[in-house]
């Protein structure tokens, strides 16, 4: 089976990483002969494309994941860049897989040109699922229809994978985000205030451990420097080692990492696929959405929380006393999602039905 696996590309470490967890899902279940790749941001899907690339070269088209659904100024309300009365034209089976809400609750939603679009991808998808982070429910209050929810495709970057990590000492990573600073943070003083939070809690931790911190996108970079500048025992990791092709020597660090604390969704679900303890900084509901549904709840902490500070160190030293038990409990909760993932796959092998299972 050849494979054009359309997914966001140049932008963010997380998205290469959730694309990895993706191609370990295609190799594993479907009878793969080639995976290649292109930007779901950057390739208009137009006549030419669609014609004489996609039907003529391929045998499956995947969408996603990431958190595609966003964006009322894109063309289409989403990221997938293809007219509507055009995606009747691929011929060959394509499915949308494990793509989230990515709304932020100010930004209104997604526009009728959005809901259209996305009712006629659901119309001609061979499979379309939603990542488990609440999107499910955010979706099909817009949309009016609820599909399936399956793990985000970054819990499986490990599959049958290995990565190495070089450092030697105890360490702990930090992922901040600084990209569409108006929707996290909601003033530049609620901003500042965040960064002398941060400021004291990468103190405390400093004297323990060193901190590492693990911007995702270019705009990342400054935060983190503004949160560790003159703070011993820190440093931010060198994004340009890592963005965008060597991504999977970054995982590492989250593999080997005591704990993390993220702003991000795959800063929350990388290190969760290593069993690795994460607390979630939350700024959009799919932070809290992902914790609650894995029953992790009590190891998030919102950006809003009157005692940010005393909140996050709390929660810290109840990781560290309760380490073993949260590690323990990661691997459950880690052997239930790739059984919930090779579930959906059976129902993708059925809705192709004989190509998938020519090998």
Not at 35 to 64: C, M, S, W
Not at 184 to 211: C, I, P, Q, W
Not at 256 to 284: C, D, W
Request: with cysteine.
């Amino acid at each position: 089976m050849r494979i054009l696996h359309a997914y966001c590309l140049n932008y963010n470490i997380g998205d290469y990483a959730l694309g990895i967890g993706v191609k370990n899902l295609l190799r594993e279940y479907l009878p793969v002969d080639l995976i290649a790749e292109t930007n779901l941001q950057g390739t208009v899907f137009n006549e030419y494309f669609i014609e004489q690339v996609v039907n003529k070269n391929y045998d499956l088209l995947v969408v996603g994941g990431g958190g595609v659904i966003h964006g009322a100024h894109w063309p289409n309300g989403w990221f997938w860049m293809i007219k509507e009365d055009l995606i009747s034209r691929i011929n060959i089976p394509f499915i949308v897989y494990g793509v989230g809400y990515n709304y932020f609750k100010d930004e209104g939603g997604i526009p009728e040109i959005g809901r259209s679009h996305l009712k006629e991808t659901l119309r001609r998808a061979a499979y379309f699922s939603i990542r488990n982070d609440g999107s499910v429910s955010r979706f099909a209050e817009q949309i009016g229809v609820t599909v399936p929810e399956i793990p985000d495709p970054g819990f499986h970057i490990n599959l049958k994978k290995e990565y190495s990590c070089n450092e030697s000492s105890p360490f702990v990573l930090i992922q901040l985000a600084n990209d569409k600073p108006e929707h996290r943070f909601g003033s530049l003083e609620r901003r500042a205030r965040f960064v002398s939070e941060m400021r004291a809690v990468t103190s405390h931790l400093s004297g323990k451990y060193k901190v590492i911190f693990a911007p995702h996108v270019y705009e990342d970079i400054s935060l983190s420097k503004e949160v560790s500048m003159g703070i011993e025992n820190t440093e931010v990791w060198d994004f340009s080692r890592y963005a965008f092709d060597n991504c999977a020597e970054s995982l590492g660090l989250y593999q080997s990492a005591e704990f993390v604390l993220a702003m991000r969704g795959h800063g929350q679900i990388v290190p969760i696929a290593f069993n690795t303890p994460v607390i979630s900084l939350e700024n959009h509901p799919k932070h809290s959405g992902l914790m609650q549904k894995l029953g992790l709840g009590e190891y998030n902490v919102s950006l809003e929380a009157a005692d940010f500070i005393g909140e996050l160190l709390g929660k810290v030293a109840a990781l560290e006393a309760g380490k073993a038990d949260y590690i323990e409990k990661l691997h459950s909760i880690n052997n239930g999602l790739l059984a919930d993932s090779a579930k959906a796959f059976e129902v993708i092998r059925r809705n192709l039905g004989a190509r998938a299972l020519l090998s």
